[in-house]
């Protein structure tokens, strides 16, 4: 059982907002200073990565009361406008990550948040590697710049806690229910490596959205698929303190 002292991180993925549902999504937000500590966003908060969507998402966040931390997924990237996406979250006041890290303060604790977006690659024994043509070369060396920019984003850091949120799965259980041959576009086992490497306290992706929720890295650090599908709610609160997840209250 859980105590108020514990760390508390809501989370979700996978939002999709769009001017249709302006407002909406702010609505189940309320109260949530009340249940966590700090709000993550694992990526794909737009539909087709439009400004005007991004600036939905920017309003529906904007001025919570507890710190939003966020990455971008591949939907935020499709209409080549991530940077001014990521432009429109800061200026609400989102924290966000591109293979960087940042110390949030929450309470008396320092939880360092390390990640980005992520990329694919597939997982050992069924993986892309760096042979052959240029292009599939380009494509796993992608992920490999990001698995150590996290690295050493991780090993950097100082803080009571370190969490990853990705929009990419580290791991190939939390995919579980999507079909197998598209596994190496939901994720990379380089990521899972970076992370155990360094060491973190849990892992927190989106992307998946007929996956599972909980797993594991080989390293033995908490793996969360916090896409809104497969949570079935506004987003789930995670507590580090905790032996197992906590979910504070339904959306």
């Not at 200073?33 to 998402?57: K, Y």
């Not at 360094?198 to 916090?226: C, Q, W, Y």
Request: with cysteine.
């Amino acid at each position: 059982m859980s105590i108020l002292t514990d760390l508390r991180i809501a989370a979700v993925g996978d939002i999709h907002l769009g001017e249709d549902v302006r407002g909406q999504y702010r609505k189940k937000l309320e109260g949530i200073e009340d249940r966590a500590d700090v709000f993550m966003l694992a990526g794909d908060l737009t539909r087709h990565g439009t400004l005007e969507e991004g600036r939905v998402v920017a309003d529906e966040v904007r001025g919570l009361p507890i710190p939003v931390v966020a990455v971008l997924g591949n939907h935020d990237y499709h209409s080549d406008l991530q940077y001014e996406i990521a432009g429109e979250l800061r200026d609400a006041g989102v924290i966000v990550l591109d293979d960087d890290g940042v110390v949030v303060q929450c309470g008396d604790k320092k939880l360092g948040v390390v990640g980005g977006k992520g990329f694919g690659g597939g997982f050992a024994g069924k993986c892309a590697s760096e042979f052959g043509e240029r292009e599939i070369k380009n494509f796993v060396s992608h992920t490999r710049y990001i698995a150590e920019a996290w690295k050493v984003a991780l090993k950097e850091i100082v803080a009571d806690h370190r969490v990853v949120l990705s929009h990419y799965s580290p791991i190939k259980e939390t995919l579980e229910g999507e079909p197998h041959e598209i596994y190496p576009f939901l994720g990379s086992y380089l990521l899972a490596e970076a992370v155990d490497t360094a060491g973190a306290d849990l892992i927190l992706h989106g992307h998946a959205h007929k996956g599972s929720e909980k797993g594991m890295t080989p390293g033995g650090i908490r793996v969360r698929n916090v896409a809104l599908p497969v949570l079935g709610r506004a987003y789930s609160v995670y507590c580090l303190n905790c032996s197992d997840d906590m979910l504070l209250h339904e959306h």
